[in-house]
């Protein structure tokens, strides 16, 4: 196949496995085999080393909500170079910073109002963290340390946040981790304890519930923070049941507890809202977002509080004895404020709220393949499980995981065109999150792929 120009694929390949180390990838998977290059982007789609096309069905890693190849953004962050690189926000203040928070503060539910930016989604759940344990500290409550987190849910990989991210396997060879972490039941209702297994609304409030059942556990004098994702990507998307939150809040209130609504994935129009607390109508104490605050045109994240847990740092002499070299970089306050005026200028929130039911409907159509046990999701944020028998939900052994994961479907679904991901760490799933300007076409390009894909899957078990 030929190279697209400049584009010297052999030089390429062989520096990037003399050199590179991809993240979360078995790197023996490329012993005998090129890496995937990813060149080039516009719009919708993603494009290799030889110009072949794939629809980016998961926004690369859930950031690019405006899609590829947006000049304007782009500018934005050339022209912010140009003016002021970079300054720290270690003592001072630069204007694209301020207008971002300012911006976010404006558009974040209820009272959260102070922004303290990082660069990634991981340093936001740490950052969080930190400043629980610290606001505590500071109120005369030192004990308040403890973090609960819903079973295989995904909060980072730095060793605070995988303290608090729930995934077995992920956190094995860096254990101990930082002490603290508590598992609570995650909102998968497709796999339910029998007793709430009929009922979406009583398996809500009993998942929530729960959390009080830990709080007592572990002694509530212990216990800082609950962090929640509004909808849980992994495992394949968790929608909440109705009342959940309300009943989450009810908690968190009665035991002192703060409610960290991580918002990494969920933020930034992925469920049709700036925010997905503002979508399951709960108020959370902090939000940690990251990826699409800036589409992936530069790198950013950060935490939205309240002034009520940033009084002890307002007055006196208390310092949140935190911070980050290039958290809040102007480059990418600048990019982040560009992207929002794409958001508003192409009303995408109203795009995702107009197409998602036929979003939906279109992914349901999969539900009459034998492998395919639920499609479940909100917004353009949706999880397919696939399962070894329709009726009694078995899912893949160990062994069958691998084949048909890592052996096939990955592979497959990327030669097809489509980039999605086979995740594991809990059931098997597909996940898929757009670009937030996707329409009917690309649902049906999506669709079709899958069909053909798992189709075959399903004659190979
Ligand atoms: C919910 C959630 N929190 C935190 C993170 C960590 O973000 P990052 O990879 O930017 O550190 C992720 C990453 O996918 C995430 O999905």
Same mark, same amino acid.
């Given at each position: 196949?030929?190279?697209?120009?400049?584009?010297?694929?052999?030089?390429?390949?062989?520096?990037?496995?003399?050199?590179?180390?991809?993240?979360?990838?078995?790197?023996?998977?490329?012993?005998?085999?090129?890496?995937?290059?990813?060149?080039?982007?516009?719009?919708?789609?993603?494009?290799?080393?030889?110009?072949?096309?794939?629809?980016?069905?998961?926004?690369?890693?859930?950031?690019?909500?405006?899609?590829?190849?947006?000049?304007?953004?782009?500018?934005?962050?050339?022209?912010?170079?140009?003016?002021?690189?970079?300054?720290?926000?270690?003592?001072?203040?630069?204007?694209?910073?301020?207008?971002?928070?300012?911006?976010?503060?404006?558009?974040?539910?209820?009272?959260?109002?102070?922004?303290?930016?990082?660069?990634?989604?991981?340093?936001?759940?740490?950052?969080?963290?930190?400043?629980?344990?610290?606001?505590?500290?500071?109120?005369?409550?030192?004990?308040?340390?403890?973090?609960?987190?819903?079973?295989?849910?995904?909060?980072?990989?730095?060793?605070?946040?995988?303290? /608090? +991210?729930?995934?077995? %396997?992920?956190?094995?060879? !860096?254990? *101990? $981790?930082?002490?603290?972490? =508590?598992?609570?039941?995650?909102?998968?209702?497709?796999?339910?304890?029998?007793?709430?297994?009929?009922?979406?609304?009583?398996?809500?409030?009993?998942?929530?519930?729960?959390?009080?059942?830990?709080?007592?556990?572990?002694?509530?004098?212990?216990?800082?923070?609950?962090?929640?994702?509004?909808?849980?990507?992994?495992?394949?998307?968790?929608?909440?049941?109705?009342?959940?939150?309300?009943?989450?809040?009810?908690?968190?209130?009665?035991?002192?507890?703060?409610?960290?609504?991580?918002?990494?994935?969920?933020?930034?129009?992925?469920?049709?809202?700036?925010?997905?607390?503002?979508?399951?109508?709960?108020?959370?104490?902090? /939000? +940690?977002?990251?990826? %699409?605050?800036?589409?992936? !045109?530069? *790198? $950013?994240?950060?935490?939205? =509080?309240?002034?009520?847990?940033?009084?002890?740092?307002?007055?006196?002499?208390?310092?949140?004895?935190?911070?980050?070299?290039?958290?809040?970089?102007?480059?990418?306050?600048?990019?982040?404020?560009?992207?929002?005026?794409?958001?508003?200028?192409?009303?995408?929130?109203?795009?995702?709220?107009?197409?998602?039911?036929?979003?939906?409907?279109?992914?349901?159509?999969?539900?009459?393949?034998?492998?395919?046990?639920?499609?479940?999701?909100?917004?353009?944020?949706?999880?397919?499980?696939?399962?070894?028998?329709?009726?009694?939900?078995?899912?893949?052994?160990?062994?069958?995981?691998?084949?048909?994961?890592?052996?096939?479907?990955?592979?497959?679904?990327?030669?097809?065109?489509?980039?999605?991901?086979?995740?594991?760490?809990?059931?098997?799933?597909?996940?898929?999150?757009?670009?937030?300007?996707?329409?009917?076409?690309?649902?049906?390009?999506?669709?079709?792929?899958?069909?053909?894909?798992?189709?075959?899957?399903?004659?190979?078990?």
């Amino acid at each position: 196949m030929s190279n697209q120009p400049g584009i010297d694929n052999a030089a390429l390949q062989e520096a990037a496995k003399r050199n590179l180390w991809l993240h979360f990838t078995r790197m023996s998977t490329f012993a005998d085999a090129d890496m995937p290059l990813i060149v080039r982007g516009s719009g919708q789609y993603v494009y290799d080393q030889h110009g072949k096309r794939y629809l980016d069905g998961l926004s690369g890693l859930f950031v690019s909500q405006i899609g590829h190849g947006r000049a304007e953004v782009a500018e934005a962050g050339a022209r912010q170079a140009c003016e002021l690189a970079y300054f720290p926000l270690w003592s001072y203040a630069n204007p694209r910073a301020i207008e971002l928070a300012a911006r976010l503060a404006d558009l974040a539910p209820g009272d959260l109002n102070r922004v303290f930016f990082t660069t990634s989604g991981s340093e936001a759940v740490e950052s969080a963290w930190k400043l629980a344990k610290q606001y505590f500290k500071t109120i005369g409550e030192p004990d308040r340390y403890k973090v609960l987190s819903r079973e295989i849910a995904y909060h980072g990989t730095s060793l605070g946040a995988l303290a /608090i +991210t729930a995934l077995p %396997g992920i956190k094995a060879p !860096y254990e *101990p $981790l930082p002490a603290g972490g =508590v598992r609570i039941p995650n909102t998968n209702f497709y796999r339910a304890p029998g007793f709430v297994a009929d009922d979406w609304a009583a398996f809500g409030l009993w998942a929530a519930d729960e959390i009080e059942r830990a709080i007592l556990r572990e002694g509530p004098e212990s216990v800082a923070a609950v962090f929640i994702e509004p909808v849980q990507n992994s495992g394949g998307c968790f929608p909440p049941p109705p009342g959940y939150f309300a009943r989450v809040r009810e908690i968190c209130d009665r035991y002192g507890v703060l409610l960290v609504s991580d918002e990494v994935i969920c933020a930034f129009g992925r469920l049709g809202y700036y925010f997905g607390a503002e979508r399951y109508g709960y108020q959370p104490d902090i /939000i +940690t977002f990251a990826k %699409g605050v800036t589409s992936g !045109y530069a *790198p $950013l994240g950060g935490m939205l =509080v309240s002034d009520r847990l940033m009084e002890p740092f307002i007055e006196g002499h208390t310092t949140f004895l935190h911070g980050i070299t290039f958290a809040g970089h102007p480059v990418s306050c600048a990019v982040a404020l560009a992207n929002l005026d794409v958001f508003e200028k192409e009303d995408l929130l109203g795009n995702v709220r107009a197409n998602e039911a036929a979003f939906r409907a279109t992914l349901e159509k999969l539900n009459d393949l034998p492998i395919v046990g639920e499609v479940r999701g909100d917004g353009y944020f949706y999880g397919i499980e696939l399962v070894k028998d329709k009726v009694s939900r078995e899912t893949f052994d160990d062994d069958e995981s691998e084949r048909l994961l890592r052996g096939f479907l990955s592979q497959a679904l990327f030669s097809a065109g489509l980039i999605c991901r086979a995740d594991d760490r809990g059931d098997p799933v597909i996940q898929l999150a757009p670009p937030l300007t996707c329409t009917q076409e690309h649902f049906n390009e999506i669709e079709q792929v899958l069909r053909s894909v798992l189709t075959e899957a399903w004659s190979r078990i």
